[in-house]
């Protein structure tokens, strides 16, 4: 909530700018922010699960750098 001003002219000027783009009411707020979690959740795995292959990769690589130099 904005502070009192003279008028108001503050907060109707807030509300006439972000009008379309905060929910109307409680119960879609809620579920705009239940949606965004599950998005942010998402891709926080997405993020967790392309470093675990990188990781695998690089570990699996260097295991088998060693492999086949015994022909000395």
């Known amino acids: ?5 003279h008028k108001d002219v503050a907060r109707k000027a807030f509300e006439r700018v972000t009008k379309r783009v905060r929910p109307a009411t409680h119960v879609r707020l809620q579920r705009a922010l239940a949606a965004e979690a599950r998005s942010y959740s998402a891709n926080v795995g997405e993020f967790e699960e392309a470093a675990r292959r990188v990781r695998t990769k690089d570990s699996t690589v260097g295991e088998d750098a060693g492999v086949g130099d015994d022909d000395e």
């Open 1 to 5: 909530m904005l502070p009192r001003s």
